[in-house]
């Protein structure tokens, strides 16, 4: 038998679980969670190592998405193509992206950049062969700005040297091009840098390296290790089918989709980049307390909706808002403060699911009628999981009737799935033990979600 | 010299999809390097592949009849995203009904098209004008 401990540094909580692993078969022992101390993240960590006991012999993992998680500003050519090869491929490695800039950077840009530098800079642009005038203004234009950020060059092959010539005084990586051809995006070269220069340079500034140095574990961005987990279950556990995978936190909401990659046919046309089977994305004004009052704006007429139906003012939900704004760790009293919360959860539900999935038009030709589709069609998606601080605690939340889909351009959102729970929140930390036993990890996960009653979706 | 870059596509609501694939594979035997972006294309979608691709010219098919208002503003918006230089073609049945063709070239001719082709056309010269007006053009940008 051996004792396993994995342990998530969020921004709020940290959490750990204890488990035990007989003959490939993972159980849980304990678990504890404490709120993160930003300025000493030993401290808390050590806490919850203490609260597991950790006097006994152990094997540890840790992730981490403290202290704004891991913060990228990614470069690229036009916005459709590049820069969201670019964006794809840092949110896939579990960064925050930043800044986004496309075409020239500018002096405005550079100052921005100086200003508030994010951990790395993701410099693209270009397919292989293609434009270069605009990568090396931009290495220009960042190599004058004498930033210390380390930059990965992920664009056009073609000018690598060159592009390494005018950055000879910044820290510089160069990968394979995020988006060697239209056809095709590359990200996984990307990926592994970034999380070759997290490991190496960025630890220290978030205060990590200490617990390096105590543990001789190396962490992992938490969103990182979470795609490459559900990654395993899709590809281990074909039997448990295409899933969707939602992480409502306080700031940011993360979805993950595991299948649903559609490609053209005779009556639908598919556009825009290919799309990855595993995909990752998240939204940073989507959360239940820093980013609430971000939702109440993106999701107004939802919100207003709901609150009409409830029989509540506007106004009383607006002074929730004030309220959990100053205090982040508030959990709703009253029972109008318990229907606020689930008119939040719903509206942080709804539109980040809405985000990540494709649409569909229809479009009338003279040759008859097309469906114009982008990005992931998750319609057959057969279950959908929900994860994090108030989705783990209420069980009776359901999501489903509060994805409705909007007429003109529909929302390519699972129609019918089952609603499944990970009510003790233990996906985090299954997820980093499945770096080294992904098939106690995988199995452990399925067998910790709990079905929530059914439901249909009312409208579509 | 590298070999030169093309975006091809057909523009607008059209699903015409097997000249569009025929003109790949010609164009390819051609020695150059085909960006086909394929049917129902928009403008904005044909200038951003060419962007990103650094093309040296835009091919646009259009076999429905509708290609004058798909065309509309064409070289106008590469003007206006920075390829003021580019070299556009058009092709395919234009327009709807019976038209001159002399007309017809007239009229993409003054919309910014550099050379008009109507279903009648040999593709082999349109190979041999294509790699000469690029020469050209790169002719002129080194001097």
Redesign the interface.
């Known amino acids: 038998m051996k004792n396993i401990i994995s342990i998530d540094i969020g921004s709020t909580y940290t959490k750990g679980a204890l488990f035990s692993l007989v003959e490939n078969t993972l159980s849980l022992e304990k678990s504890a969670s404490v709120p993160t101390t930003p300025d000493n993240l030993l401290s808390c960590f050590d806490e919850v190592l203490e609260r597991l006991s950790a006097k006994k012999k152990h094997e540890l993992f840790f992730s981490s998405s403290a202290k704004g998680g891991l913060k990228i500003a990614a470069i690229g050519l036009v916005p459709e193509l590049t820069l969201s090869a670019a964006k794809e491929a840092a949110i896939s490695a579990g960064a925050r992206v930043s800044e986004l800039y496309s075409y020239k950077l500018c002096e405005n840009d550079i100052s921005a950049l100086s200003k508030n530098p994010p951990d790395i800079i993701l410099l693209s642009g270009g397919t292989d062969g293609g434009s270069e005038t605009y990568n090396l203004h931009n290495a220009a234009m960042l190599a004058k700005a004498d930033i210390k950020t380390p930059v990965i060059y992920a664009g056009n092959r073609c000018i690598s040297s060159e592009i390494e010539r005018i950055l000879s005084g910044t820290e510089l990586y160069i990968v394979e091009n995020v988006l060697p051809g239209l056809e095709m995006t590359s990200p996984e070269p990307t990926r592994e840098k970034i999380r070759e220069v997290f490991l190496s340079k960025i630890t220290a500034g978030k205060g990590l390296d200490k617990i390096v140095e105590k543990t001789s574990a190396e962490p992992w961005p938490t969103p990182y290790s979470m795609l490459e987990y559900l990654k395993e279950i899709y590809e281990f556990r074909p039997d448990f089918g295409d899933f969707c995978l939602v992480d409502m936190g306080g700031a940011t909401t993360d979805v993950y989709s595991c299948g649903g990659v559609s490609s053209s046919s005779s009556t639908v046309i598919q556009k825009g980049l290919p799309e990855p089977q595993v995909k990752r994305s998240v939204e940073g004004d989507m959360g239940m307390r820093k980013s609430a009052s971000a939702v109440f704006e993106n999701m107004n007429a939802e919100i207003s909706e709901s609150l009409k139906q409830a029989n509540l003012p506007v106004s009383l939900f607006e002074k929730y808002l004030r309220k959990i704004d100053g205090d982040s760790s508030y959990l709703p009293q009253t029972e109008n403060e318990h229907v606020f919360e689930k008119i939040l959860a719903e509206a942080c539900f709804s539109g980040s699911m809405k985000r990540h999935a494709g649409t569909e038009e229809e479009i009338y030709t003279p040759q008859g009628k097309f469906m114009l589709r982008k990005g992931k069609d998750l319609r057959e998606t057969g279950k959908l999981i929900g994860t994090g601080g108030y989705l783990a605690k209420m069980k009776s939340f359901s999501p489903l009737d509060c994805m409705k889909a909007t007429e003109k351009k529909s929302s390519l959102i699972p129609l019918a799935p089952d609603y499944y729970v990970d009510e003790k929140y233990l996906f985090p930390l299954l997820a980093n033990i499945s770096f080294k036993y992904p098939e106690a990890a995988v199995n452990k996960g399925i067998e910790v979600l709990s079905k929530a009653k059914q439901q249909v979706l009312k409208c579509h | 010299m590298?070999n030169p870059?093309i975006v091809l596509g057909v523009i607008g609501?059209?699903?015409?999809s097997v000249g569009n694939k025929i003109l790949e594979k010609f164009f390819e035997g051609k020695a150059f390097?085909v960006?086909n972006?394929?049917?129902?294309v928009k403008q904005h979608?044909f200038i951003?592949?060419a962007?990103?691709?650094?093309?040296d010219a835009i091919l646009v098919s259009s076999l429905?009849?509708?290609g004058e208002i798909d065309c509309l503003g064409f070289r106008e918006n590469c003007i206006e995203r920075g390829l003021e230089n580019i070299i556009l073609y058009v092709g395919g049945n234009l327009v709807v009904g019976k038209c001159e063709r002399q007309l017809i070239k007239e009229k993409f001719t003054q919309m910014g098209f550099n050379r008009v082709f109507t279903p009648d056309c040999d593709l082999e010269e349109v190979a041999t004008l294509l790699k000469k007006d690029i020469g050209a053009a790169k002719a002129v940008k080194t001097s």
Do not use: R
């Open positions: 590298k870059t609501a059209d699903c015409h390097i960006v972006l394929g049917v129902m979608e951003d592949a962007i990103e691709t650094g093309a429905y009849g509708h």
